[in-house]
């Protein structure tokens, strides 16, 4: 036993100092099998298809599409207008969709829980973990926190739609959903005892009658037991079964689940997917009942859930300026208050050079208004804390939230700058930053900006933008409120990123992009000091930069930028440009689209459930292969045929390789992740019935991969004012020292952590955070715990991104949790040698 323990802590040492797993579901559906992805999605749009037909019947409209097994995203956008004509938005539900099946694919990856599948007979876990999840999901919706509902909904789908295949529900000849499941006050009766006996051996392969007739007379309810490892189960019990399943050797031999058809039970397969369908529909209606048909539709995706944010420099520097960019501010919440781009949520964060925060928040314009007029300056002509207020609102913000920053200094707080940036490549927020120069103001308002921040002042802050592919707009008092026109542009919903390159040479150079007919109201952007371009429509058309209006379009200067708005007219096809700076740039081409492209890097595993894949949450390894996920929304069907890493600031690129697992989904592998930072750029077909166009998309965020790993055990739960430990372990094949470790959550909770690791070469280094929910936090508030690791002199950096729920409830979950990162052989040691 003590050898097996010594190989058990040395192969999980290994294990842990690899890149970390991700969690996964099935790739592909085989032989006509249903995924808990088409599941999931096929009771969004049922669901979504019912509640407008209600709306419609409400209002004496008529609705005429059958709901069925054929409905699509654009189906029930076009059906669902007449009821929600100015709230529908088709990119946004294929985003919710996307989201929650992500998460529903995390809980694969818990392969030794019984109560996240229903295994071993755990049915009171497994309640349990669905009700508290439920919990989750309307408390986060109440807090106007739809990404964090959406995680918590797919988790909790996924664990219920197993129900149906894992247990015997279907075979006792049910043929409606086991709404107990979702209801904590109802009783679990009928369950099988432990020393029940459930099944009897399959004859050969053939094991459609191998549950006992007694427990299918007495409707006793049971389920199959599983196990990776070792063939340990009760005397006389089913077996989930699988050729992984080692249970399944054991008398009674074979199983009853019926994941897929191939699968010992699978010719009720489609039977328990329609059940788990319209058990997943019943826990929808169960959560819009409970929040409202408004919250609903924002959770689905079909409402208004942007986020605006400010963050204001309230130093004496700005007094002349904050006046002016306090206009600015109510002039851009009073240009959507009351109309479908309306922000569900405002943040305001001020920072000086002594502190920073707080940070308020709330759904009301009026009330956010007043708090920009209350701002007022401290007397101080200091550098102040730009960045700690900055990683505050990244912090606290939803994902992808816009973020504007006021500043007209340099930042104090620049060696925060790779956790900002690591914050907004893990949210993929979006930063602009508007510089100004009221220093200068007091004796001639258009001094150039430079007199007041110095020119590496100004590319620190472009860096910083371009990560996030926000802009970087430079202005005086008196033009700031020009900058007004390009932040609308920014906040408008449906933006789509076309095209966005940096350049730091001064070399003249030509860039193409298409434009497809779903585009509208596309809008080009230089930035940069001296750039001197022409632009060149499909048709040979040409247009300089120094012609304000033009036959391609009218320009806007401000400050350093020059904003091209393209006419209505005759954009389809491929555009070029050339430009020419003696100095650094950028180019950024947006538009208006209901077609956009979502990126996730996921991670390929194998378990006992099957091959599968999931969201990666944390940066891919540099020399290593990596897989992501791309998912084109607002089309029903169509043909990628490029994806690239495109290098950022350069002309480098990696093709990748794509696979397809849906109409619009696609797994991508990329050979080798490159040293420089990059952004993803996709080309395809657009297949209408009538008309095939290209088209092409770019993820507007930059990402970056790294040297070091960051890995942590994973858990679920933390109680309101009991500390919660986590370990986590930091590892590189690099750089050794002294590595500086740093962790924070959205909700702000009191945390304690090792503030740094020492590093051998090649080495690796174990840390702990401790962090505690305040005694009266309420039950369901999800948290989100961010670890980063950074290199010695910032030359690398690394983190990952965990989830806990706060519950109130004392629920213990059988199997062994410890490492359920880890699918390989070190699982059998550790599970078996160490948890038993």
């Known amino acids: 036993m003590i050898s097996l323990l010594v190989v058990a802590i040395v192969l999980l040492q290994w294990g842990l100092f690899q890149p970390p797993q991700a969690e996964a579901f099935k790739i592909l559906p085989s032989d006509g099998s249903l995924t808990h992805q088409q599941i999931t999605e096929t009771a969004f749009l049922r669901k979504m298809a019912e509640v407008c037909r209600n709306a419609a019947i409400a209002r004496g409209k008529d609705f005429t599409l059958p709901i069925n097994n054929k409905l699509t995203p654009t189906t029930i956008q076009r059906a669902c207008s007449n009821s929600y004509s100015t709230l529908l938005k088709l990119s946004t539900f294929n985003l919710a969709v996307v989201q929650t099946t992500l998460s529903n694919a995390a809980v694969d990856r818990k392969q030794f829980s019984t109560a996240h599948h229903f295994d071993n007979e755990d049915f009171k876990n497994g309640r349990d973990l669905i009700t508290e999840g439920v919990a989750a999901v309307k408390v986060s919706i109440q807090k106007g926190k739809y990404l964090s509902a959406r995680t918590s909904l797919g988790a909790v789908c996924h664990t219920l739609q197993d129900f149906y295949s894992h247990s015997n529900w279907v075979e006792l000849g049910n043929t409606a959903p086991f709404s107990t499941l979702i209801k904590p006050e109802l009783p679990l009766d009928n369950l099988a005892s432990s020393n029940t006996k459930t099944c009897k051996s399959c004859v050969g392969d053939n094991c459609t009658d191998n549950i006992l007739t007694e427990v299918l007379q007495q409707k006793i309810l049971t389920s199959g037991y599983f196990d990776l490892f070792l063939p340990n189960k009760p005397a006389g019990k089913c077996s989930h079964g699988s050729a992984l399943d080692r249970t399944s050797f054991k008398e009674p031999t074979g199983g009853i689940n019926k994941d897929d058809i191939s699968s010992n039970h699978g010719v009720l397969h489609l039977h328990a997917a329609e059940m788990a369908i319209n058990a997943t529909m019943e826990l929808l209606e169960d959560i819009r009942l409970a929040t409202g048909d408004q919250a609903f539709l924002r959770l689905m995706g079909l409402s208004q859930t942007s986020v605006l944010a400010f963050v204001f420099d309230v130093t004496g520097s700005v007094s002349n300026y904050i006046a002016e960019a306090k206009k600015v501010s109510l002039s851009i919440i009073d240009s959507r208050k009351g109309t479908s781009e309306e922000p569900s949520e405002y943040i305001l964060v001020p920072f000086n050079d002594q502190d920073f925060g707080p940070l308020i928040r709330t759904g009301d314009a009026d009330k956010f208004k007043e708090q920009i007029n209350s701002l007022s300056t401290s007397h101080s002509l200091n550098p102040g804390l730009c960045l700690s207020g900055l990683l505050l609102t990244l912090t606290r913000a939803p994902p992808s939230s816009d973020i504007f920053v ?72 008196s033009t700031l409120s020009q900058a007004t026109t390009v932040i609308t542009d920014v906040i408008t919903t449906d933006l789509v990123t076309v095209l966005q390159v940096e350049r730091s040479s001064s070399k003249a150079e030509n860039f193409s992009f298409v434009l497809d007919p779903t585009l509208s109201n596309v809008t080009v952007y230089i930035t940069g000091d001296s750039p001197v371009f022409t632009l060149y429509s499909p048709t040979g058309v040409s247009q300089s930069g120094s012609v304000a209006d033009g036959p391609l379009g009218s320009i806007l200067t401000v400050g350093n930028l020059k904003r091209v708005k393209l006419n209505s007219d005759n954009q389809t096809g491929e555009w070029k440009i050339s430009i020419n700076s003696t100095s650094s740039y950028s180019l950024k081409v947006i538009g208006q689209s209901s077609v956009d492209v979502l990126f996730y890097f996921v991670e390929i595993v194998e378990g006992g459930h099957g091959d599968s894949w999931g969201q990666s949450f944390t940066r891919p390894f540099i020399g290593r292969n990596a897989t992501f996920y791309v998912s084109v929304t607002g089309r029903d069907s169509v043909t990628v045929t490029d994806v690239l890493l495109v290098e950022a600031s350069g002309s480098g690129a990696v093709n990748g390789t794509i696979k397809s697992v849906g109409a619009t989904e696609f797994l991508v592998n990329i050979d080798r992740i490159p040293e420089w930072a990059f952004v993803v750029q996709l080309k395809g077909l657009l297949n209408d019935s009538s008309l095939v166009s290209q088209f092409q998309r770019q993820s507007p965020v930059q990402h970056k991969g790294s040297r070091i790993t960051v890995t942590a055990q994973s858990q679920n739960i933390t109680q309101p004012g009991v500390p919660m430990s986590l370990n986590f372990t930091v590892a590189t094949n690099t750089t050794d020292g002294n590595y500086t470790i740093r962790a924070r959550t959205d909700q702000g909770f009191s945390m304690s952590f090792s503030s740094s690791l020492i590093l051998g070469p090649g080495g690796s280094a174990q840390g702990s955070v401790t962090l505690t929910a305040p005694s009266d936090t309420e039950s369901g508030t999800d948290v989100t715990l961010t670890i980063e690791a950074e290199a010695p002199g910032s030359t690398d950096l690394n983190y990952i991104t965990l989830r806990f729920t706060v519950s109130t409830a004392n629920t213990i979950f059988s199997g062994c949790y410890l490492f359920s990162m880890c699918l390989s052989f070190v699982c059998f040691f550790i599970c078996h040698f160490v948890c038993l």
Not at 430 to 435: A, D
Not at 459 to 477: K, N
């Open 406 to 477: 006021f500043t007209d200094a340099s930042a104090k707080d620049t060696e925060l700058k790779s956790a900002v940036v690591a914050m907004m490549q893990s949210t993929q927020s979006k930063v602009t930053f508007l510089l100004t120069n009221s220093i200068s103001t007091r004796s001639q308002q258009n001094v150039s900006l430079s007199r007041s921040l110095s020119q590496s002042d100004i590319q620190f802050y472009r860096d910083l933008a371009h990560v996030s592919g926000g802009q970087t707009i430079e202005v005086t008092i």
